[in-house]
């Protein structure tokens, strides 16, 4: 046969037509790119600002006071309260109240005005690389300036009257794997339990076996839970393949309890198979599931806190990010593999938690209609 450009033409125009047929394939083609956009352009800020910090003051005077301020005028530092001593501190980095701590000597406001050097500390969070640089130099910038000034009152001399130390909490080298294996679990868990259950419902409709379902006594949301039950057992094993071989090859310790994990992933994993099983119940096909899996993968990345400091986003965007079950998930692995957090530290998140996944296993079951769509 002879090559034809009528043939070819034919053949397009019947592509055209049947993708004009699929409005949710031509939504997911126009919405991909504009979310790209506005995630990219507005929610992501590689600069972390609004830094959760508590403030140890030993002096209580208004000089500490005065440096504290000036740390959260620059943006960088937001101050979410006092703590009296370092057990504190390490509680409210392991609840995810803090990020950062500024440690206040006694004596500090008689040292300034004697003209003795005076020393402050900061501690930061190592667990986010990103954290730890934009603390580190923003509190020595405006350490630096305040020494400044006072050198140039005439007060101190040659001396640099005040300095600034850094302690650096959980991964005092720096490591990023450190802060990305326990993050690959929830990611991970994300892909494959929201892919393997989209095509669920809609598997059933190509293959012809809903209308066994229909005619059976199984009521919707007994449907729900039994597809969600035998994925459980396959989350656990992957999150221990990521676990183990996060330890073993990039050497990523895990200071807190594997019960407490344990027991809290359930909730995650739950929530992604029944957000899985809510597009499944959306989709027509196998194809439009994977394609709404597809969709939601990005903002899912982007708005969790997995890829850019969840700080550094605007008001809106942690708005969204707070709706992902990624985002709490992320925060109590890090806080129990990381930081050793217990469950009074974790309360918060595991109520989001339960929250976004009791809300998803009632939306699939009423999505759900015992009948052919």
């Keep these: ?49 609004h830094m959760p910090t508590v403030v140890q003051d030993a002096d209580r005077s208004a000089a500490s006071r005065d440096l504290a301020h000036r740390l959260e005028a620059t943006g960088f530092y937001t101050l979410v309260g006092e703590v009296r001593d370092y057990p504190e501190i390490a509680r409210a980095f ?11 000597p006694a004596g500090f406001a008689a040292g300034l005005t004697a003209g003795r050097p005076v ?14 640089a934009s603390a580190t130099q923003t509190a020595a910038a405006v350490v630096s300036a305040w020494s400044a000034e006072l050198r140039a009152r005439g007060g101190a001399g040659a001396a640099e009257p005040l300095t600034l130390s850094s302690s650096i909490w959980y991964n005092p080298d720096l490591r990023t794997a450190v802060y990305i294996v326990p993050g690959l679990v929830g990611v991970i868990l994300t892909m494959t339990m929201v892919m393997f259950t989209a095509m669920g419902i809609a598997r059933e409709r ?4 809903l209308e066994q379902l229909i005619v059976s006594p199984v009521r ?46 359930a909730l995650f994993i739950a929530a992604s198979l029944a957000l899985g099983l809510f597009f499944s119940t959306l989709a027509r096909t ?5 394609q709404m ?21 605007p008001a809106f965007a942690q708005a969204l990010g707070q709706a992902i079950p990624l985002t709490h998930f992320l925060r109590i692995i890090r806080g129990i593999v990381l930081r050793g957090a217990t469950w009074p530290d974790l309360v918060p998140e595991v109520a989001w938690l339960a929250a976004i996944g009791g809300v998803l296993v009632l ?9 052919l769509g």
Excluded: H
């Design 94 to 104: 392991r609840s995810g109240d803090a990020r950062v701590a500024l440690v206040v």
């Design 220 to 265: 919707s949301i007994e449907l729900v839970i039994g597809k969600i039950v035998p994925y459980l057992a396959i989350g656990y094993v992957q999150m221990t393949i990521i676990l183990v071989a996060g330890a073993v090859v990039f050497d990523v310790a895990f200071v807190g309890s594997w019960g407490l994990l344990y027991a809290l992933a």
């Design 1 to 49: 046969m002879r090559f034809s450009i009528g043939r070819i033409a034919v053949i397009t125009r019947k592509e055209l037509i049947q993708l004009r047929r699929d409005r949710m394939t031509i939504g997911m083609m126009v919405m991909l790119p504009l979310m790209q956009l506005l995630l990219f352009g507005y929610a992501i800020d590689t600069d972390v600002r």
């Design 293 to 313: 899996s597809f969709f939601f993968l990005l903002p899912n990345l982007l708005l969790s806190g997995f890829m850019f400091p969840f700080e550094g986003m």
């Design 363 to 371: 939306a699939s079951a009423l999505r759900f209609r015992k009948k």
């Design 206 to 209: 190509e293959r012809g076996t």
């Design 119 to 132: 020393e402050v500390q900061l501690i930061v969070d190592g667990a986010d690389a990103q954290t730890v």
């Design 286 to 290: 196998q194809q439009q599931a994977m």
